[in-house]
């Protein structure tokens, strides 16, 4: 394993001139992987120039100029994969088995899908809408892109933004999770073998310090971020306050809402997995379940089953199917929401920390839980699932939609007219029926309410990262 990583400015690596270092931890054993230096606002800048300087010339090739460079980075990713493998599962604590056989195809997927971004872009047709004048209708690049990523998913979420942005003409700086910056260190070391110069810079460091002066710096046409609310507005508002554009990909909270004529034992099976899928630190995770109340008690066993029955361990371990979490921050805010769980609330099973040095909690599940309740209001980002009963579709919409984020949500019912009216009323941007968590790189996300606005990934994803332009041509 490299023992040092650096910013990448302008191609090359660099290293800050700034403040204290940093120790990068594996969360399954909380020892040090490495130690980082933070950047300085003027490291920022300096990366920010470089993308700057180098937009001109990467924003006038050919959209297949673009595409033909961008899809060999999706070879040497490949071809790098055992390395960037090892750094994400140590570094984000992901079971290896998952994130080798599933997470990472979805990275080498989403390169080769928005790669080609920048060649089947839409607007409307040119015309002869006003008298004696063509119009013509152009999707141009913004600029430099400043892209922000959270640690749950660090080269997956990296991936979703770097390429659909550079596809489409812009240059980008993107500062990861400091907690997880290993794989978008390396992943950018490759992509700068390939790409000129200053497209693609990456730097490291927080969100006040590295992450502000990256939303706060005048020469960014677009903010791209994903990760908590509470980190969004804040990059939200610094973007408003210049004008600039920002796509904001935030918490969530979904609900699956179970009614007792859907298959019971599928639903515990699928409902439990995509629930603990990496360690419920996930903004999708089916965490929060609404259930019928005729068929409560079956799917509750199911559910006990199903989370009883997960192997916790290390990471780099081949036959872990729940990694730790994060942070010992991350360990205790959840453990703090279980502590304070209201008096009715019951611990079917879990709810604690196993003996180990690493960040680990046991599955729980808990059940009588009230609708107010800050276990049921709150994204609580671990491997954490909530039951609660219902009495017909009005009481189950309203609990649904009864939270202030609106990511996603899932609805389990063999009666078609039911799931097409929850499609409908559910206030989320994404909707699964009999179904939850199926993802992949063309799926597109578009948060409701406090989730966020703007659409990540697939070739939708990719519009947020151009303006339109309306030409005028006079026949005189
Ligand atoms: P976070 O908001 O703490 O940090 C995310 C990133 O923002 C980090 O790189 C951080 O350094 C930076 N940051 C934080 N404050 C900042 C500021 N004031 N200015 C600039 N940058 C700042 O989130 P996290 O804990 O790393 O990630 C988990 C969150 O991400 C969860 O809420 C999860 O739901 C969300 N998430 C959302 C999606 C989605 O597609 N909607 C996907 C993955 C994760």
Redo the contacts with the bound molecule.
């Keep these: 394993m490299p023992t040092r990583f650096q910013n990448i400015v302008n191609g090359r690596p660099t290293p800050a001139r700034a403040s204290g270092d940093r120790a990068v931890l594996n969360p399954s054993t909380g020892e040090t992987i490495v130690e980082v230096a933070d950047s300085s606002p003027a490291d920022v800048a300096d990366a920010v120039a470089a993308a700057d300087a180098a937009f001109p010339g990467w924003s006038r090739l050919t959209p297949a100029g673009r595409h033909k460079v961008l899809t060999r980075l999706a070879d040497a990713l490949e071809d790098n994969a055992a390395d960037v493998v090892d750094l994400e599962v140590a570094n984000a604590g992901k079971p290896v088995s998952a994130f080798r056989d599933e997470e990472f195809p979805d990275c080498v997927d989403g390169i080769r899908l928005s790669a080609a971004a920048g060649r089947s872009l839409t607007a409307n047709a040119s015309g002869e809408y006003l008298d004696g004048v063509t119009s013509s209708f152009r999707r141009e690049p913004i600029g430099v892109v400043g892209a922000?990523?959270?640690?749950?998913?660090p080269l997956l979420?990296a991936i979703a933004k770097i390429v659909p942005a550079l596809a489409v003409g812009n240059t980008m700086v993107i500062?990861?999770?400091?907690?997880t910056p290993l794989s978008t260190v390396r992943f950018v070391e490759i992509a700068n073998e390939i790409l000129p110069p200053g497209v693609l810079n990456v730097v490291m460091g927080?969100?006040?310090g590295a992450?502000?002066a990256?939303?706060a710096d005048p020469r960014v046409g677009v903010v791209s971020?994903?990760?908590?609310?509470?980190?969004?507005r804040?990059?939200a508002v610094?973007a408003a306050q210049g004008l600039r554009k920002s796509v904001m990909?935030?918490?969530?909270n979904a609900p699956a809402v179970v009614f007792a004529d859907a298959d019971i034992p599928r639903a515990a099976r699928l409902l439990a997995a995509s629930a603990l899928f990496n360690t419920g630190q996930e903004?999708m995770a089916s965490s929060r379940i609404l259930v019928e109340e005729s068929a409560h008690d079956e799917l509750v066993a199911g559910l006990k089953a199903e989370l009883e029955n997960v192997r916790l361990g290390d990471a780099r371990d081949e036959a872990t199917t729940l990694g730790p979490m994060i942070s010992q921050k991350q360990l205790d805010r959840a453990l703090g929401l279980l502590d304070r769980r209201s008096g009715t609330a019951e611990v079917l099973t879990g709810g604690k920390r196993p003996e180990s040095d690493g960040f680990f909690l046991e599955p729980t599940l808990i059940t009588g839980l009230r609708q107010d309740d800050e276990l049921v209001q709150t994204?609580v980002?671990a491997p954490v699932v909530t039951v609660q009963p219902f009495r017909g579709e009005e009481q189950a919409l309203a609990m649904a939609n009864g939270t202030p984020y609106g990511?996603s949500a899932s609805v389990w019912s063999s009666d078609t007219g039911r799931t097409a009216r929850f499609a409908r009323d559910l206030r989320a941007g994404m909707v699964w029926v009999n179904e939850h968590l199926l993802f992949g790189p063309d799926c597109a996300?578009n948060?409701f309410g406090e989730?966020?606005f703007g659409i990540?990934n697939g070739l939708m994803g990719a519009t947020e990262f151009t303006r339109l332009k309306h030409v005028l041509t006079s026949h005189h």
């Design positions: 922000i990523t959270p640690w749950n998913y979420q500062k990861p999770s400091e907690l927080d969100g006040p992450g502000a990256l939303t971020f994903t990760g908590s609310v509470a980190g969004g804040a990059v610094a990909e935030l918490g969530g903004c994204e980002f990511l996300v948060g989730s966020g990540e």
